[in-house]
């Protein structure tokens, strides 16, 4: 069993050279502290390490979602009894980007959405994060119904030839396969209905919009025959994997996988 290990800042400052961060690129980037040891400084220095190594030319993006905002028929209130689901409906607080926490994305997320000079999207259940030079373009008017398609945050760092960094993170986490999922055609493609909560004119409302459905339950796989064909960055930070890659490399490639797998 492998012991567990020590990371400071500079640590984090090298490993990212060494993988091919550089300034003025756009990186969305997905964590899993925990996966690192121990971090000393906590998620202050991952986000400093990752600001440092882009500079004022460059830009930082991480999903900042809020997927407990949908309707409990959902499954996203999976521990509640069903009579509790109206209660929760009419009173789940409304989607403000300036506080809602993320769920379930992890420390380093949670501080990067406070962190000053951070923007963040208006999506209710879906919202991104940025700072840095195209911080507001990547993040705005993020559309309801176009979670994570051409007019997204992740469909707008396709334009900008962006890349992703997973950080401790696999394949099931890299949110840009998504954008693949919208530009595919496959014969499961279809639609869906969510509801949320959402401020509108002042006011709490609870409001329905269609967009595509999507799982990610391929995408490790996905990401395992990427990397038979084509060059990803890897290298270790304390104990946690790390993986840096064109994103457009990745969408383009998962957009043939898919329609070569799924049905």
């Not at 004022?56 to 521990?79: A, R, Y």
């Not at 963040?120 to 119904?145: C, E, M, T």
Request: proline fraction near 3%.
């Amino acid at each position: 069993m492998e012991s567990r290990k020590i990371v400071i800042k500079q640590d984090i400052l090298d490993a990212l050279k060494q993988i091919g961060v550089k300034s003025a690129q756009n990186i969305i980037v997905h964590t899993s502290m925990k996966k690192f040891g121990f971090v000393c400084g906590g998620p202050q220095i991952i986000i400093e390490a990752l600001m440092e190594s882009v500079g004022e030319e460059g830009t930082i993006i991480m999903p900042t979602q809020t997927w407990k905002n949908l309707d409990p028929s959902s499954g996203v209130h999976w521990e509640e009894p069903k009579e509790w689901w109206n209660i929760i409906r009419s009173n789940w607080p409304a989607y403000d980007k300036d506080i809602t926490p993320t769920n379930t994305m992890g420390a380093v997320v949670e501080m990067f959405r406070k962190w000053p000079g951070t923007v963040r999207s208006d999506h209710p259940v879906r919202s991104f994060s940025a700072w840095g030079k195209n911080a507001q373009y990547l993040i705005g008017n993020h559309d309801l119904s176009d979670i994570f398609g051409e007019s997204s945050p992740i469909g707008k760092l396709y334009n900008l030839d962006g890349y992703v960094l997973l950080l401790g993170t696999g394949y099931d986490k890299n949110t840009s396969i998504h954008l693949a999922d919208e530009r595919a055609n496959y014969s499961s493609k279809h639609m869906e209905e969510n509801s949320c909560a959402i401020i509108k004119d002042g006011k709490r409302q609870w409001i329905t919009y269609s967009t595509l459905y999507v799982d990610g339950e391929d995408f490790i796989d996905i990401g395992r025959d990427f990397e038979d064909n084509y060059q990803v960055g890897k290298i270790k930070i304390g104990s946690a994997e790390v993986r840096f890659m064109r994103q457009r490399d990745i969408v383009d490639f998962a957009v043939e996988w898919i329609e070569k797998n799924r049905k």
